[in-house]
């Protein structure tokens, strides 16, 4: 009705009257409300205001054009457990040359040591082994990153949280409620492709499990639950800050892309491209917490206890035992100085150098100012060039496949969304 007033008021008015002016005055301030909300395409809070505007171009923001919850987490999981899969040869061989025991060690150089594991024992048992804890592990774990960070993610944005830093505190947030299923499925993973086939004639890990069942039924029984959690810490202090930078820089790549596209629809070389950068780049700032993190799983334990318990007397080991001879494994594992930790979340690319001071400490800040004190800063990056290829190739993997399969949901899947003004 006031509308309605008004615009007749308008008509009857004279040239430059006070109807003109009055529109004139809400025009322009209709004009400056547009053209202040450059930046995100999804993230505009003035969304339910403005629906009424048909030709929304991505500089000022594709309003609401958020998929729903359930697809992102379907299409999140997807693409992150695709991304692992694929990336899973090349974690079991960095595994094996990170928690390699034997001393000269017999994984040196990455392509020798892919081809010793395939040679000797093969695909399923050598260069997948642990695949099905990863798979496992996986798929939930990045339903539930993406789930929290979408969630989290537009509730902050809505209250006004500045995009940046939104987008910095969800990954945060992702990552975290994703680690308690990630980091037990990495123990599983991580000593089966350390071990690699059962009762492996080639290479002796000091694990020899029959499979997946076995691996966590044997860790409960003879370490207890908590076990399964091992490098919990550690993991967060590396895996935390990397989700979150790379997820703030892919943002920030799929906003400029947008915009210099001038559409949502920015292509595929454009998707690959924006996902590798930021986890390129995110893997290389948080390069130094992979060294440190490394190094403490890595180094030396002098006291007794955590990790290598005295290993599981399996069917082909049980006449040994009985005869009162002892496995390599379980002297190996009775004397506490020979124990090594190894990593049990994504795969370092960082191997320890030949005489590197052990750190003697299980902080990351004390660990880190080790490694400065004894390398220099060039220590703090040792392995910055293989972590940044790692990380751009399975976050461009990754967030590619996330794209792909959340467009694909969305003419296979629709759904029907709120109006924005309700």
């Known amino acids: 009705m006031v ?109 020798s040591s892919y081809y010793k594991i395939l040679r000797q024992e093969g695909v399923r048992r050598g260069l997948y082994g642990g695949w099905l804890p990863a798979l496992l592990g996986s798929f939930p774990g990045t339903v539930l990153f993406f789930g929290t960070y979408e969630c989290s993610k537009r509730h902050m944005l809505d209250y006004g949280v500045q995009p940046h830093l939104a987008y910095l505190a969800s990954g945060f947030l992702g990552d975290l409620a994703a680690s308690v299923v990630y980091v037990p499925s990495e123990v599983l993973k ?36 908590p076990a399964l959690f091992y490098g919990y810490q550690a993991t967060l202090y590396r895996d935390l800050p990397f989700s979150a930078l790379q997820f703030m820089f892919y943002e920030q790549g799929q906003s400029w892309a947008r915009a210099w596209k001038d559409s949502r629809d920015i292509g595929w070389q454009l998707e690959l491209v924006t996902g590798a950068a930021a986890g390129g780049l995110a893997g290389t700032m948080t390069c130094p917490l992979d060294v440190v993190k490394t190094r403490l799983q890595t180094q030396l334990n002098h006291d007794a206890g955590s990790f290598h318990q005295e290993p599981v007397a399996s069917k082909g080991q049980g006449a040994d035992l009985k005869d009162g001879h002892t496995t390599q494994a379980t002297a190996t594992a009775k004397q506490g100085p020979q124990k090594r930790l190894i990593s049990t979340s994504s795969p370092s690319t960082y191997t320890p150098r030949p005489g590197a001071a052990n750190l003697q400490t299980s902080s ?57 003004g309700a």
Request: proline share 6%; charged share 15%.
């Open 190 to 225: 991580t000593r089966l492709q350390l071990q690699g086939r059962y009762n492996n004639p080639f290479f002796n890990s000091g694990y020899n499990y029959r499979g997946t069942l076995d691996a966590a039924r044997t860790i409960v029984r003879l370490e207890g639950f």
């Open 3 to 111: 509308f309605g007033s008004g615009a007749g008021s308008s008509l009857s008015s004279p040239p430059n009257g006070p109807g003109d002016h009055n529109l004139d005055r809400v025009s322009a301030l209709l004009d400056d409300g547009l053209t202040s909300q450059t930046g995100f395409w999804s993230d505009v809070n003035t969304a339910g205001r403005n629906s009424h505007i048909g030709d929304m171009s991505p500089q000022h923001g594709e309003l609401e054009n958020r998929p729903p919850y359930i697809h992102s987490m379907i299409a999140g999981g997807l693409g992150g457990t695709s991304g692992d899969m694929l990336m899973h040869s090349l974690d079991t061989v960095k595994t094996r040359q990170q928690g390699d025991p034997h001393m000269p060690p017999r994984y040196t150089s990455l392509g």
């Open 364 to 420: 990351v800040y004390e660990g880190l100012k080790v490694i400065y004190r004894t390398e220099g800063f060039g220590g703090w990056f040792r392995g910055v060039g293989p972590r940044a290829v790692w990380t751009s190739i399975q976050s461009g993997c990754m967030l590619f496949l996330y794209q792909t399969i959340l467009r694909q949901l969305e003419v296979y899947l629709p759904m029907e969304r709120p109006e924005l």
